[in-house]
């Protein structure tokens, strides 16, 4: 489904800078100054309109979320959904980012969790290296995680969940968890996107994963 584009939308993110950070480079290193706190900082890479971040910000005031989004409409969209709550959270901020960016954002350490919530599959093997569990991605996100930090990861998309064992499991990394039917799993406290929602109810399987790095 072709998404609309909506006019002006950059000009609506820039005008509420509460909400949303366009030029998240500034806070490189200064992330928990930002936030007023030392809590961890958990990035949804990709975050779509919002709904998974908004519930986790919600359900968990002791952790700090970032939801990054590279497509200036789709922000949009969840800067409107995050409007509607009653107040802004304190723990939960949106960032204008493309992912190839992260190292210039966020300091080694930085962040303790990555989220990877229906990501691109991109199907196509010319399109390989874009996809956010390709090797050079899985390199940005080592060098902006804790030693111990994680990566979750969620898709109905089969292949593109082999492609990411595959991947993650050559870059050395190890798996915590792995589900290939999570909705018919005994996994607890999982927070559904608006797109695992549609396709839940189809009877569409949901595929997880948690992944860390090995300690050098």
């Given at each position: 489904?072709?998404?609309?584009?909506?006019?002006?939308?950059?000009?609506?993110?820039?005008?509420?800078?509460?909400?949303?950070?366009?030029?998240?480079?500034?806070?490189?290193?200064?992330?928990?100054?930002?936030?007023?706190?030392?809590?961890?900082?958990?990035?949804?890479?990709?975050?779509?309109?919002?709904?998974?971040?908004?519930?986790?910000?919600?359900?968990?005031?002791?952790?700090?979320?970032?939801?990054?989004?590279?497509?200036?409409?789709?922000?949009?969209?969840?800067?409107?959904?995050?409007?509607?709550?009653?107040?802004?959270?304190?723990?939960?901020?949106?960032?204008?980012?493309?992912?190839?960016?992260?190292?210039?954002?966020?300091?080694k350490g930085e962040v303790s969790q990555i989220y990877l919530n229906f990501s691109d599959p991109w199907p196509k093997k010319r399109h390989e290296k874009r996809r956010l569990t390709y090797s050079s991605f899985l390199q940005i996100f080592k060098n902006?995680?804790?030693?111990?930090?994680?990566?979750?990861?969620?898709?109905?998309?089969?292949?593109?969940?082999?492609?990411?064992?595959?991947?993650?499991?050559?870059?050395?990394?190890?798996?915590?968890?792995?589900?290939?039917?999570?909705?018919?799993?005994?996994?607890?406290?999982?927070?559904?996107?608006?797109?695992?929602?549609?396709?839940?109810?189809?009877?569409?399987?949901?595929?997880?994963?948690?992944?860390?790095?090995?300690?050098?």
């Open positions: 489904m072709r998404l609309r584009k909506i006019p002006n939308a950059l000009e609506i993110l820039q005008e509420h800078p509460d909400y949303v950070i366009i030029t998240p480079q500034n806070y490189k290193g200064k992330w928990h100054s930002f936030f007023g706190n030392m809590n961890p900082i958990h990035l949804e890479v990709g975050m779509g309109k919002g709904q998974f971040i908004i519930t986790m910000a919600k359900n968990h005031p002791d952790i700090n979320f970032i939801g990054i989004e590279v497509v200036e409409s789709i922000m949009v969209k969840a800067l409107r959904k995050y409007k509607r709550e009653e107040e802004k959270l304190p723990n939960l901020i949106f960032v204008l980012l493309n992912a190839q960016e992260l190292e210039n954002v966020f300091e902006i995680l804790k030693d111990d930090g994680e990566i979750h990861l969620k898709t109905d998309n089969e292949k593109f969940f082999e492609y990411s064992l595959v991947s993650m499991s050559q870059f050395g990394m190890v798996f915590n968890f792995v589900s290939l039917d999570l909705h018919k799993s005994d996994f607890q406290g999982n927070v559904m996107t608006e797109y695992e929602e549609r396709f839940s109810q189809t009877g569409q399987r949901i595929f997880r994963l948690e992944a860390k790095f090995k300690k050098v």
